[in-house]
């Protein structure tokens, strides 16, 4: 029997309509910038002096020169306006898609949803987001913290390929301002923004061909969620970076990319030196070149545009594809490798040969970045 040939037909992103470069904190939070070192950010990213094996030295000597930046080397951020929500984003991102294919919702079977973080405490966005879409199928929500996106992608191309459903939308939101204390430097690392892609049946020989997704039980407590009161008597809940966190990151890193970008590539029945350009998720500036030093790879195979975004979470898979792609990094039957770590949650890779995908409307231009005339394609 021959297994149908599934992965990405068309993909887009949206961000919100503010950018909030590094200068907004100088200017408004000058206190805060002159204390960083005292702060969450650099408890959390810290090199580890007492590292014992070469996989921690890759990690904390990628770190050490980011040290005395007290951004820790992000340039701008998106974040939501007071109008703009995760749903709103969503919307955005989906419509773009589905426009891209030449679809209407109508011909959309399955919808999967990761919002990261819905304005509602409960349920996710799934429901909301089909209603706005005026979609009748099935709508499901799904989390995996920052690796959500693949674990969509394997869920959709799994449905897709036993013929249960036919094409597959997957949308994905991060909404990390409205749940970051201001007064906390962990907001200079946190932005917004969203991304969609729709799943279907390729031309023979494309889309997803190997997969490996391992739990990352081993970061329990990195992060954590905590509840509080504003001034109005409001509920709040802000992300906290918990107690020995850069210890984590320091110890399973490496350990996770080696063990998924190996196990992809090799259930794909490839090698390392097959892949054309690798997609990495880049929540700190010097992510990709842990990534790269970790697989022993060239930097130019791969995208870095954190100092564009700062963490974007979940949707920095599909936005670094779908910015690989625009720019021409990423070409029809091009080998390409996906790989994301989250926290609580799994680390995963996905190796994948590109189809003829279409791209959703381009987002806003940078601004400090453009004004430098710099493109952030590599690091």
Known sequence: ??????????????????????????????????????????????????????????????????????????????????????LS?????????LEAANLSPDDIDLMLVTSLFPEQVTPGNAAFLAGKLGLVGAAWNIESTCTSAL???????????TGEYRNV???????????TDENDTLAFLSGDGAGAFIVGELKPNQGIMGTKIANTSATCGAFYNEFTTDEQGNVKMFIRGGKGASKMFNETTVRFIRLCCHGAIADAGLTLD?????????????YSQVC???????????????????????????????????AGKIKENDLVLVYTMGSSSNAGASVMRWGDVALGAAPAPS?????ENKILITH
Not at 169 to 179: G, I
């Open 274 to 286: 097959d892949i054309d350009f690798f997609v990495f998720n880049t929540p700190s500036a010097w």
């Open 367 to 371: 601004v400090s970045l453009q004004q």
């Open 151 to 161: 674990v969509s992608l394997q869920t959709a191309c799994s449905l897709v390929r």
């Open 1 to 86: 029997m021959m297994v149908k040939s599934v992965g990405i037909r068309a993909i887009a992103v949206k961000f919100p309509s503010i950018i909030r470069t590094n200068d907004y904190y100088r200017k408004h939070y000058p206190q805060l910038v002159a204390q960083a070192e005292q702060k969450t950010l650099a408890r959390l990213f810290v090199p580890d002096n007492a590292s014992t094996t070469a996989d921690d030295d890759i990690w904390s000597q990628e770190v050490a020169p980011y040290m005395s930046d007290p951004f820790r080397g992000t340039v701008e951020r998106r974040v939501l306006a007071p109008e703009e929500t995760s």
């Open 169 to 179: 939308l997957v949308v994905v939101s991060t909404t990390y301002s409205r749940y």
């Open 89 to 97: 984003l969503e919307y955005g991102a989906a419509v773009d898609a």
């Open 292 to 326: 790269t030093r970790a697989l022993g790879i060239k930097p130019e195979r791969t995208i870095n545009l954190n100092p564009l975004y700062a963490n974007i979470g979940p949707t920095f898979p599909i936005a670094n594809l779908y910015h690989a792609a625009q």
